[in-house]
């Protein structure tokens, strides 16, 4: 049922708005509403029976082996969440003066200092909301960049095929026009290909590394080079920096901006699909550049770094300072990870993405670059087993949410067809891993004995298979009453 | 080690399975000379003893006040149970909901608020979200420029937050699209009708309408809409979502209605928290569907015929479309629509009217004590919703300093986006204020001046 369908005109609840409606009579009467807005009308315990009910009904890490491939869905602590909503946090009004929250920029500017040190880039900004606001931001500067040397001919950028769909959308939403390069029969950037594409209108090159394929790109010191010799820059997509944290700086590979997924690597919730957090920093040459605002400390006080104390900034890109508690429950995070933490998590989050990897190919199942070291994620290709039994990997997908395990990502990376992208993340046991190869030991019988039916999956979930045509075509955005 | 479960023995078998001598040798694809040494500014790891004492301590530093400022974030009462259901381990900790069957929980949850979005706007349809009310405004800019098809002009009247504005033009700023902004009666507060007929025979894709502006005051919405139509412009709302359980919604301004609503969620329970994370909602007529940015859920069946709900119209976006997507967004804001989802359920429309009227009765209380003080003065003469922009007859800085020794946030300080604007304090006081605490306040400031 919907919450609408719970409802009964004039139910209401008496404890939670004001007991009384209060004068509006100096409103005029055109600007005033005339009929009610559809909310539901129904009392505390229908709504709070309703959404735990509804929350039943998903797949969260907290329930559930979540190996969704590029999204990093690794335990959430729960004092992450809890520290950072302690009463004083969650009262501060954005624009309360400086003096008010020294308590708080506190944590922001030891976590921008803390993602330096991370990441080997010169300075940080915490504003981003999202990975590709991160991206938006990160592009704009190399924009800024270039238009401040008076360097306007500069009018691409260079994307690898394997990137994420944001990568090229972001650059268009710059203004540029986006390049496309292939990559090699071993995951790497094809780099007589970069060599071909960069020249005097190469703006830069946005790099996931390690890439969406699951692999370190092993050339990405010259490719560096050749980039930075055409008069590029270099954007690295911070979205599997899990892999490598602490183990290597982007900073150290040559890249002059970079963005972090707080909600990846630093374990901040996704929350259903956001908020997220994408904090970029910089080399020496965009830090003219970087948005505002930023926490910085002067004679022992935090404040803010406005318009003023940076001239040439890109401007400002949320309303307030991005999504602040977001970068709260990070900073509890990386405390409690601390300097040997770090590197922890890249150490067994390749370590659970190897073991995986080897178990899985044991079983039969092909693994896409079968030559290379998995970084923390993989990827498996269902094309044998469809060209030979017609199951895909969505079929397959959809049958381990039958035995209790959330679908890897499927589709993505689009180079690699048929595949599974699989992301154990470092929290998982091995125990879990073993009996999530179990699953996929089964599933490969049933595949072979009764396709329909995997075919046919999901079985044991609330609904079966969905009907996505049937939604886009027959549009139906809203509940009516009358449906 | 922190979060991380494996004992010696694990490791020992998964190294053994993969047939690699140690951890380090997994990294051995990395070139010896970029890996890292020392991380030297991170601090060692905290118990979570430790870093409870230490959040708690600096929580205490920055304490409690009394809250008068709004500009764009409002605090209001927040039902208890809002935050315990939206912060559930299967809200929490669930992703994107690519995977449609495992995820009926949240696509359910986010076709609810679309409707219930949808209706308090006024409009057609309404997506899942956008990360603030200041990129919403930016994507409603970007999505009026691809459905017009001539003009790449955009009027913006001085009223809408400053903020905002700076953000669209940041975000806009390099697609060709020009921003022109509107100057506001300096006496109604107001943009008038005669200030945009420079523009009546110019091409111009949109035209924004603040509904309240930033200044509190409620604008001529039916008259603007009917322009921005006349010229045959698109008219965009920004508007505040409590309020619009008393206002008339963006859908029903003018002949024919805007065509685009945005707004800042948060006032729809989240808190205030430094300002964000927050969410932006945006709502369009059915006629612009295809153009909106970010996600989108639709009702569908499963294979025997039962309701469920998909994430739908993906061909719009990123992961689909690459470089020709409508908007780079791909995360939004999905915990903060739980919350704001179940804060409109547990009001229903009574409940959210009452929380309006009462935001606006007490500012309007506010008002008239502060206004009774000598030489304090209200700045604007149109109608407010719940904020409004008074003048001190001295310095702002130190008066502000005195009621924070006292434990008061007086207000926020206009001149800092609008100079010509001395000594003018925007207030605001909403259902969370109650009789005593208003006049407290009025006591403060009187001693404050004197």
């Not at chain 1, 890249?346 to 178990?359: D, G, P, Q, R, S």
């Not at chain 2, 739908?312 to 989802?341: D, F, P």
Request: include cysteine; hydrophobic fraction near 40%; glycine fraction near 8%.
């Amino acid at each position: 049922m919907l919450i609408f369908e719970h409802a009964r005109p004039g139910r209401r609840n008496y404890s939670q708005a004001p007991i009384t409606t209060a004068s509006t009579t100096d409103i005029p009467e055109n600007l005033l509403r005339k009929n009610k807005p559809l909310l539901p009308e129904v009392s505390e315990m229908d709504t709070v029976r309703h959404y735990t009910r509804l929350s039943q009904k998903n797949f969260s890490i907290d329930t559930e082996f979540y190996p969704l491939g590029s999204c990093t869905m690794k335990y959430n602590p729960r004092a992450c969440n809890s520290l950072a909503m302690l009463p004083q946090y969650l009262s501060r009004h954005p624009l309360a003066p400086e003096d008010t929250g020294q308590g708080y920029l506190a944590c922001m500017y030891e976590l921008q200092e803390i993602l330096k040190d991370v990441t080997g880039m010169a300075e940080i900004t915490l504003a981003p909301m999202a990975g590709a606001q991160g991206e938006l931001i990160g592009v704009m500067m190399i924009r800024a960049y270039h238009k401040s040397r008076g360097d306007f001919e500069r009018t691409e950028i260079i994307v690898p095929d394997a990137a994420h769909g944001t990568n090229p959308a972001t650059a268009v939403m710059c203004g540029f026009k986006v390049v496309e390069i292939p990559t090699d029969k071993e995951g790497n950037v094809d780099l007589n290909a970069l060599k071909a594409a960069v020249g005097p209108k190469t703006a830069g090159l946005m790099l996931t590394n390690p890439s969406t394929l699951g692999v370190f790109e092993e050339n990405v010191t010259e490719m560096s080079r050749v980039v930075h010799e055409a008069g590029g820059l270099l954007y690295y997509d911070g979205a599997n920096l899990n892999a490598v944290l602490g183990k290597v700086k982007p900073g150290d590979m040559g890249f002059d901006v970079i963005h972090i997924n707080l909600h990846k690597t630093f374990s901040t919730p996704h929350g259903g699909g956001g908020p997220g957090s994408a904090p970029v920093g910089v080399g020496k040459r965009l830090l003219p550049f970087l948005p505002v605002p930023s926490v910085t400390l002067e004679d022992g006080k935090y404040r803010w770094v406005t318009e003023q104390d940076r001239p040439q900034t890109i401007g400002r890109l949320s309303a307030h300072m991005g999504n602040a508690g977001v970068l709260l429950r990070a900073y509890i995070y990386v405390r409690l990870l601390g300097r040997d933490g770090m590197h922890r998590i890249a150490e067994f989050a390749t370590l659970n993405a190897n073991y995986l990897m080897v178990e899985l190919r044991k079983l039969g199942f092909e693994i896409a670059y079968p030559t290379r070291r998995a970084s923390h994620e993989f990827i498996v290709t269902m094309k044998g087993i469809k060209d030979k039994t017609g199951v895909t990997a969505m079929n397959l997908a959809k049958r381990l949410l039958d035995k209790g395990y959330h679908a890897p990502t499927t589709y993505f990376p689009i180079l690699v067809p048929e595949c599974l992208l699989i992301e154990p993340a470092e929290t998982e046991s091995k125990q879990t891993l073993d009996a999530f190869v179990t699953a996929m030991k089964e599933i490969l019988t049933e595949i072979a004995e009764q396709p329909d039916m995997v075919k046919n999956a999901p079985h044991t979930m609330p609904l079966r298979k969905l009907d996505d045509v049937k939604a886009a075509r027959e549009l139906d955005l809203f509940w009516k009453p009358d449906a | 080690m922190p979060f991380i479960p494996h004992t010696e023995e694990d490791i020992a078998e998964m190294l053994a399975s993969i047939g690699a001598d140690s951890i380090e040798t997994l990294f051995d694809e990395i070139p010896a000379d970029l890996k890292t040494g020392q991380l030297k500014k991170v601090p060692v790891g905290l118990s979570e003893m430790e870093i409870t004492r230490l959040m708690m301590e600096r929580a205490n530093q920055d304490g409690f006040y009394q809250n008068f400022i709004g500009a764009g974030a409002y605090e209001h009462h927040i039902p208890a149970a809002v935050w315990q259901i939206t912060t559930r381990g299967e809200f929490y900790s669930s992703y994107t909901p690519y995977q449609a069957e495992a995820s009926q929980g949240t696509l359910q949850l986010l076709y609810e608020y679309q409707t219930m979005m949808a209706s308090l706007t006024g409009m057609d349809v309404s997506n899942a979200s956008m990360y603030d009310g200041a990129t919403a405004l930016a994507e409603a800019v970007l999505m009026a420029v691809r459905s017009h098809k001539t003009s790449r002009q955009i009027l913006i009247p001085e009223t809408v937050h400053p903020a905002y504005r700076k953000v669209v033009r940041a975000i806009v700023s390099n697609q060709q699209i020009e921003i022109t902004e509107i100057p506001f009666d300096k006496t109604t507060g107001q943009v008038q009708l005669s200030a945009l007929d420079a523009f009546s025979n110019e091409d111009i894709a949109a035209l924004v309408i603040p509904q309240p502006n930033f200044f509190g005051v409620l604008e001529q919405v039916d008259e603007l809409t009917d322009w921005a139509h006349k010229i045959n412009a698109l008219a965009i709302g920004v508007v505040n979502p409590i309020a619009l359980a008393l206002l008339t919604p963006p859908g029903e301004w003018g002949e024919k209605g805007a065509d685009i609503a945005v707004g800042e969620g948060q006032p729809l329970g989240i808190p205030l928290s430094s300002g964000g994370p927050y969410f932006g909602f945006m709502a369009c007529k059915n006629s612009l569907i295809r153009q909106i940015p970010g996600r989108i859920i639709g009702r569908t069946n499963d294979l025997d015929g039962k309701r469920g709900f998909v994430l739908t119209l993906q061909a719009r976006e990123q992961h689909i479309r690459r470089s020709k997507a409508t908007s780079n967004i791909c995360t939004n804001q999905g915990l903060m629509v739980t919350a704001a989802t179940i804060y409109m359920s547990l009001l229903g429309p009574e409940g959210l009217y009452r929380v309006a009227t009462h935001s606006h009765a007490n500012t309007t209380s506010l008002v008239q004590k502060l206004t009774a003080i000598p030489g304090v003065e209200k700045v604007f003469s149109g109608p407010s919703f719940h904020e409004t922009a008074i003048k001190l007859p001295s310095p702002i800085g130190s008066v502000l300093d005195k009621l924070k020794q006292k434990g008061i946030l007086g207000g926020f300080d206009l001149q800092s986006h609008y100079p010509d604007m001395e000594n003018t304090l925007l207030v605001c006081a909403t259902e969370t204020k109650t009789e005593a605490d208003i006049q407290h306040y009025a006591d403060q400031l009187k001693q404050a001046l004197s």
